[in-house]
């Protein structure tokens, strides 16, 4: 089974300021499929990156982007250019390659991420 | 298109209480799932299904029961409820295969509480 970790349940950053936030996995798979999802206090479940583990070149989505180290099984994000509204909980999650995977992640424990003006 | 919509928001049950929540995709997704979140905690599957007449179980699958009649709906239904399962309930859907385009869309969720 996999499993995914979240080592840093809360995290805060200044406004303007770039914050990185760390996830590791253990998987015996080749073939996945690693996300961050931002989770505001809506509760609503906002992806925010995705990253192909086939890809060597890490995922960018504006001032999002990920350090993904398949040798290591790390898969972190930074947000470059912290703003108030990226203050929110965060999800690190896999999903598995097979075909029938579909819906179904593994997620992490998150990250509370704080922005301070 | 209304995505993925969950019914109840919020729902409140006495210890003992049976209860369906309900779920229905318009996106015509084969693949669909039931999450629970508890404070702390990251989401952990209950149940899934990989298109109309076909459920397995999840992580955490005790307590709850799912059937899927049709593509669209989903319920999720509480035998007997217990405070245990105070949670917020997801739902999720995406089309078949894992692929990078296959995005996984989540319902807004649901608030339950046991007392």
């Known amino acids: 089974a996999q499993t995914v970790t979240q080592s840093q349940p809360e995290m805060s950053v200044q406004e303007a300021e770039t914050v990185t936030l760390s996830c590791t996995y253990d998987?015996?798979?080749?073939?996945?499929?690693l996300f961050w999802y931002k989770q505001p206090p809506s509760r609503q479940m906002i992806l925010v990156i995705r990253q192909e583990a086939y890809k060597q070149q890490n995922a960018t989505e504006n001032r999002f982007s990920v350090n993904f180290q398949k040798a290591a099984k790390s898969f972190s994000l930074k947000i470059s250019d912290s703003q108030l509204g990226d203050a929110a909980m965060y999800f690190c999650a896999y999903r598995s390659g097979r075909e029938t995977s579909g819906s179904r992640l593994t997620f992490g424990e998150g990250t509370q991420l704080t922005v301070n003006p | 298109n209304a995505g993925v919509t969950q019914t109840p928001k919020f729902q409140v049950l006495k210890t003992g209480q049976s209860m369906t929540l309900q779920c229905a995709q318009d996106?015509?997704?084969?693949?669909m799932s039931w999450y629970r979140q508890d404070p702390g905690m990251g989401l952990r599957l209950i149940h899934y299904s990989v298109g109309a007449g076909i459920t397995d179980q999840g992580e955490v699958p005790n307590g709850y029961n799912v059937s899927r009649s049709t593509t669209e709906d989903f319920p999720l239904r509480l035998l007997s409820a217990a405070p245990s399962q105070t949670s917020v309930y997801f739902c999720?859907?995406?089309?078949?295969?894992?692929?990078?385009?296959?995005?996984?869309?989540f319902g807004e969720g649901s608030w339950l509480t046991v007392v």
């Open positions: 999720a859907s995406s089309r078949s295969g894992p692929g990078s385009g296959n995005t996984i869309y």
């Open positions: 996106m015509n997704h084969e693949y």
């Open positions: 998987t015996s798979e080749s073939d996945y499929y």
